[in-house]
């Protein structure tokens, strides 16, 4: 079935880089694009950024310079790197696909990647 | 940004009670809405998108409406696996804002 899946939990110090994984599986990896949203605790989701089917990629303005998405196509994977950790990244972060739809909402999710930055 | 409000902030409701929840867009964003349900420790689910195209294997009880700066997502009969966190997304513009959620609650 179509799926994302993440990798799992990690805990960083303040100053610190984290690299989330999104593996894709169901269907063509590069026909969409990979959307990627946080959840700091009790707050609302934000976007942070897409990678496009074809590796084009744009980033939220308040993470511009820290946020890094990427993908390996032959492992039909995606990838979130973000640096300079502070504890107010502390969130869930997620992956999802979106669909194909003339202006496209965010169908398949993964299940999510605790990142805790802590000292 | 477009900003997006939602009201309530949380609802307390029975099983069987029809239930309406308001997102407001800072600006027009014609039909450009989504709904998502979340659930604790879950990822959100996609259930309308369009402001009113519901999404495949989403139960008819969900239903959406409005355009341009006001929108309505309706559940007709609450359902115990209903009770959740609802958030609207604008799709109209980056970045892609949520509203701040709406919790359903058990009365």
């Known amino acids: 079935q179509v799926q994302v899946v993440q990798s799992g939990a990690e805990v960083k110090k303040p100053g610190a880089s984290v690299k989330v994984s999104c593996k894709a599986s169901?269907?063509?990896?590069?026909?969409?694009?990979i959307q990627w949203v946080r959840q700091a605790p009790g707050q609302r989701l934000e976007w942070m950024g897409y990678?496009?089917?074809?590796?084009?990629?744009k980033y939220s303005q308040n993470l511009q310079g820290r946020v890094t998405i990427t993908r390996d196509t032959s492992a039909s994977t995606a990838y979130m790197e973000l640096s300079s950790l502070r504890s107010e990244d502390t969130a869930v972060y997620y992956c999802?696909?979106?669909?194909?739809?003339?202006?496209?909402?965010?169908?398949?999710w993964g299940q999510g990647t605790l990142v805790t930055v802590s000292s | 940004d477009i900003q997006l409000t939602q009201s309530p902030s949380f609802l307390s409701a029975s099983v069987g009670d029809r239930v309406t929840i308001t997102c407001r867009a800072s600006q027009a964003i014609s039909n450009y809405l989504a709904w998502y349900q979340q659930k604790p420790g879950k990822a959100p689910k996609l259930l309308i998108y369009?402001?009113?195209i519901l999404q495949s294997g989403v139960p008819s009880r969900f239903s959406g409406s409005g355009s341009g700066t006001e929108f309505t997502l309706t559940i007709s009969s609450l359902q115990p696996e209903d009770f959740a966190t609802y958030y609207c997304?604008?799709?109209?513009?980056?970045?892609?804002?949520f509203g701040p959620g709406t919790k359903v609650d058990i009365k």
């Open positions: 999802s696909r979106e669909m194909i739809f003339g202006v496209a909402p965010f169908d398949v």
């Open positions: 997304q604008q799709l109209n513009t980056y970045p892609r804002t």
């Open positions: 169901g269907y063509t990896f590069t026909a969409y694009t």
């Open positions: 990678i496009t089917g074809n590796g084009n990629t």
């Open positions: 369009a402001a009113s």
